[in-house]
Every structure is written in C-alpha cells, then in structure tokens.
C-alpha cells in the first residue's frame, strides 16, 4: 500500500501517534514522551532512533514507482503510462491528466523528490539541456550556476562536443561559462561510442535509487527540525 497509494496526511499522523504510544506508554495508562517524534524520525546514522515520519516513508516507497518508469521505459506499466498520461513528453514533464487514476496521481506527488536526487549520466549529450538539467560532477551543486547568454539557454550538452575525436569543445566552453562550470564539464569523461545520456541516483554508490536514501532526502529538503546533535541512543 505505502509503495502504491499516497495516503492522506492525516492517517499518517494517526499511525504515528499510536506508534509513539506504544514505543513510550505500552499500556493503557498515559506516559511521558521524552523525545519528539521528529527527532526519533532521522536515521540512526543522523542521530534518531529510525522510525519513520510515514507521509515521507511514503513518498520514498511512491518514488521507486517512478525510477522503475524511467530506468524501465520498455516495461508494460510504463507503456501504458505513457500512452494515457505523457505520449508526447518524458516523466518529468507530464501532467496529471483528464482523470487521473489514484495510483498516477499518488506517484506524482513523489515526482519532486526524484528530481531533487536525479543526475544526468553524459553519454551522446543529445538529450541533456546544458542550463536546466543536474548534469555536473560537483556535490550538491550539479547545475550550471553561469548564466545563459540570450536566446541559447536551451542548447543541449552535444552542441558542446566536438566529433573526431569525441572531446568537449573547450574554446566554446570558456566562452559561454564561468571557469568554475568549465572545469567541472572538462572532468566528464565522454565515450567514444554513441551512447545515450541516463539518469543516475547521486545518493547511493551504484546510481541506483533506495527507499533508504530516498527517505533521508525527503527529511532533508522538507522544512523538518535538524537532526539531533547526539545520539538520542545516549540521550533518551
């Protein structure tokens, strides 16, 4: 259910306040939470105790939906979304549709969090857009921070490659970026093959997404209190 339907927020918020008294009281008589429910929520490597905040324990699962579509365009789940909901255009420009189905619409509401960890792998660059898309090597920062000159704010990552050999066109590169964007493009190994551009995970090592990494995300870019300063292992 959890990697299917987006549940409302409200029965999220009742599960987890059952769970927090049985994790303090586990009797009928009332008891005293001595940590917030936010701070047990962070991972045990960010200083929580590993429960989970359910609405983003949520979305995590819902996110795994749409990697599958995207890692797996050929699959029969991903045909049939796509010829009802985003023939012409990829995932991450669909819209919701004449009457959407629950599940569509639930995996929607996860959209945001695959596109806040998605990055672009250069192969042939063809369908890479240089100025909008994550696609630099640099941690937490994968877009071009330089800005566009007019009218070419949509060229794709090819029109910056030379052919013959394959190797990134540098003069044209200093031209248009800041040397900080062009150092990190000229670290981009590219193929001599003509291989095409995919999407990679920048939270795990395999580039694959994890529901683990992915709800560590959705803690993290949500307007949640930080995580503990010590471990509530020692604290509580």
């Not at 590993?50 to 324990?57: E, P, Y």
């Amino acid at each position: 259910m959890f990697g299917v339907y987006l549940l409302p927020k409200t029965i999220c918020r009742k599960l987890e306040s059952l769970f927090s008294s049985f994790w303090w009281n586990k009797t009928h008589t009332r008891g005293l939470s001595w940590c917030s429910w936010n701070n047990m929520s962070w991972p045990k490597d960010l200083g929580g105790l590993g429960f989970h905040k359910l609405h983003f324990f949520n979305l995590a699962m819902l996110c795994k939906q749409g990697w599958r579509i995207i890692q797996n365009p050929e699959s029969l789940v991903a045909r049939v979304l796509k010829a009802r909901y985003f023939p012409y255009t990829d995932f991450f420009h669909a819209g919701k549709g004449s009457y959407p189905s629950l599940i569509w619409s639930s995996i929607l509401a996860s959209r945001y969090l695959l596109q806040a960890g998605m990055i672009w792998r250069v192969g042939n660059g063809s369908t890479i857009q240089a100025w909008n898309d994550p696609w630099l090597p640099i941690p937490h920062e994968h877009r071009i921070q330089t800005q566009p000159p007019p009218g070419i704010a949509n060229i794709k990552v090819e029109e910056l490659i030379l052919q013959d050999p394959k190797r990134w066109n540098s003069d044209l590169l200093h031209v248009l970026f800041e040397d900080r964007d062009v150092n990190a493009i000229m670290q981009i190994p590219l193929s001599i093959r003509d291989i095409p551009d995919h999407i990679g995970w920048q939270f795990t090592e395999t580039g694959q997404y994890s529901v683990k990494s992915g709800y560590k995300l959705a803690l993290q870019i949500q307007s949640l209190p930080s995580p503990p300063t010590s471990s509530l292992w020692r604290d509580c």
